[in-house]
């Protein structure tokens, strides 16, 4: 696949073979296919190895999930009993009522805040929802919930304009509390990958004349490997370099950035990420990252679209082995375990 910037072929690959003599083979020789990646946009580089996936872990023995969820549910703060006393309450400037709720969302301030605008919202009332329950419904009145957060923030302060919307699920993801529940940030500067996306895009605007995202669709569409669906005005698809496993992407192919999202979008958004989730449990995933890259609020931008990108985190058992290792964190260059092509073969089943 191409995208080209002055005819220089963007989708690069390299495919060198580990080899060496395995104990699995009585000592035979043992030869690796290993993917080493380039992101057209950004030249950051990930490695594939699918047959890392069926490696022993050691830290994953099939005990202490049940015992999680049930620990957690005692006094959870995020429980419908307990939230009014335990949680923060908003400023005056931002909600005079201290809280605001849509559905079951209900947003409050994040107790110990990363952002100068900091928001929780819960997901569901319930203390523990798996994957593939989430619904629809519920998943549309979290994004309600984050717009009215925004727009609340952004009327405040003129200067804060970098909006996210991002779900942690389960501990292995970092989410400190199992009540599934999202974080609505809004800061004055972006954070390093935003920027990263925003520079790139409108240097790749400036080289081409073309929006990178809608070339890409266009593109990934052509190809049709790793291309899933449209829902409405977005396109879901998974990464050719993927910052993680199992990684989804769901570009706005008319909108750059997040508060330009209107009920249409939402309602479509809701409705396929819904359904990635059932396929992501058929995959047997149980813990997730999911955010939201977006412009500048109110900056109208031809060269960037608004996107989100989806990654699954290892299963939470009780001595699970964590998806980042040195590789990740020090050299913040991605060991991915499965194929994208095949994670969109599974994914387009469940449209
Ligand atoms: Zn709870």
């Known amino acids: 696949m191409k995208i080209s910037r002055g005819g220089i072929d963007l989708f690069e690959k390299i495919i060198e073979n580990a080899r060496f003599l395995s104990p699995l ?17 950004t030249g950051r580089w990930c490695r594939i190895n699918v047959l890392r996936s069926s490696r022993v872990k050691q830290g994953q023995e099939e005990i202490g999930f049940s015992d999680l969820i049930e620990a957690s549910s005692s006094n959870c703060f995020f429980c419908p009993e307990n939230i009014e006393k335990t949680t923060p309450r908003f400023r005056q400037e931002i909600a005079s009522e201290g809280r605001f709720s849509i559905g079951e969302s209900k947003v409050f301030p994040n107790l110990f805040p990363f952002s100068e605008y900091h928001a929780i919202t819960t997901i569901t009332e ?4 798996d994957v593939h329950e989430f619904t629809r419904t519920q998943i549309e009145n979290a994004m309600r919930a984050g717009q009215e957060f925004f727009k609340r923030v952004l009327k405040s302060d003129k200067e804060a304009g970098y909006a996210s919307f991002n779900w942690n699920h389960l501990p292995p993801s970092g989410a400190s509390i199992v ?13 390093y990958m935003t920027r990263m996306f925003l ?30 669906t449209d829902t409405g005005e977005i396109s879901w698809f998974t990464s050719f370099v993927p ?17 330009e999202l209107d009920d249409r979008h939402i309602l479509d958004f809701a409705s ?15 813990s997730f990252n999911l955010t939201f890259y977006s412009a500048r609020a109110f900056e109208r931008r031809d060269d960037f679209c608004l996107f989100m ?43």
């Open 25 to 41: 083979k009585e000592f035979k020789l043992d030869s690796q296919p290993i993917e080493y990646r380039k992101d057209p946009l």
């Open 126 to 129: 319930k203390h523990f929802s």
């Open 179 to 191: 009540h599934p529940h999202a974080q609505l940030t809004v800061d004055k500067i972006p954070t």
């Open 199 to 228: 520079d790139e895009s409108k240097r790749y605007y400036n080289d081409t004349g073309e929006n990178y995202w809608q070339k890409l669709i266009e593109e990934e569409k052509k190809v049709n490997e790793r291309y899933i």
């Open 243 to 259: 910052l993680g496993n199992t990684e989804v992407n769901a570009v706005f192919r008319d909108i750059s950035s997040i508060n």
């Open 272 to 286: 396929g990420l819904k359904k990635i989730l059932d396929g992501y449990a058929s995959f047997g995933i149980k």
């Open 309 to 351: 990108k989806l990654i699954s985190r290892p299963t939470p058992n009780k001595y699970y082995t964590s998806d980042a290792g040195f590789m990740e964190a020090m050299h913040l260059e991605r060991i991915v375990e499965s194929m994208p092509e095949s994670v969109a073969e599974g994914l387009r089943k469940q449209f």
